[in-house]
């Protein structure tokens, strides 16, 4: 069962961080270095896998590198009506 953490983020099933990393990495080499948004989702994401896999210094990286490529997206998405 998952943990209540990881409910709240929306992580469901088995943890497997490394696993995570791999396929992270890969899509983020696949992305065009001008989708911005998707970058940023992903890298996100690629930092909280390296947190659930106890490697804090590629969390941050990872994370600091999130919030670049948000800013460089220039925009935000319309809030719903």
């Known amino acids: 069962m998952a943990s209540a953490s990881r409910k709240r ?4 099933g088995p943890c497997k961080p ?7 990495q890969g899509r983020l080499t696949a992305l065009p270095g001008t989708h911005h948004r998707d ?9 909280a ?3 659930a896999d106890q ?12 919030l670049t490529e948000t800013r460089r997206a220039g925009s ?4 719903p009506s």
């Open 18 to 24: 490394g696993r995570a990393v791999t396929i992270l």
């Open 76 to 79: 935000t998405r319309p809030a």
């Open 49 to 51: 896998a390296h947190a």
């Open 55 to 66: 490697i804090p210094d590629a969390a941050a990286i990872a994370g600091l590198a999130s």
């Open 39 to 47: 970058r940023a989702v992903h890298l996100a994401r690629l930092g």
């Open 9 to 12: 983020a929306g992580i469901a």
